[in-house]
């Protein structure tokens, strides 16, 4: 079993700069690869980022690309995703999850782990 727990969200303007952490515990990681997650009120819920324990692979959706990073302190166990130039339609829980593989697609419904989420709310 992993837990997850995210912390870091918040009320931000726009164009304004955040950072989430995702603390994991329970097991080895270092076959586990970590994604970012979020949904919006009404929307389902759509892949932000995700990379190998490693922190060697990384992968954005378009939305992001550019404006976040995802990265791993691996001593602390500890996933972040940066957060720049944000805008109002970055508003969303924000959920980190994970599974034993990264290849597998990013459907949320191919990930075994989830945190309990925080919430990001970006004023224009």
């Known amino acids: 079993q992993v837990q997850l727990v995210e912390s870091g969200g918040g009320l931000v303007q726009a164009g304004g700069s955040l950072r989430l952490s995702c603390a994991a515990s329970?097991?080895?990681?270092?076959?586990?690869?970590m994604g970012w997650f979020r949904q919006a009120p009404g929307k389902e819920r759509d892949f932000v980022a995700a990379c190998s324990w490693s922190g060697l692979s990384t992968d954005y959706s378009d939305s992001v690309k550019g404006r976040f990073t995802i990265s791993i302190a691996n001593a602390k166990n500890t996933v972040y995703l940066q957060m720049n130039s944000l805008k109002p339609e970055d508003t969303a829980v924000y959920y980190c999850a994970a599974r034993t593989s990264l290849s597998g697609g990013y459907q949320p419904g191919s990930w075994t782990y989830w945190g309990q989420g925080t919430p990001v709310t970006v004023s224009s």
């Open positions: 329970g097991r080895t990681f270092s076959r586990l690869a």
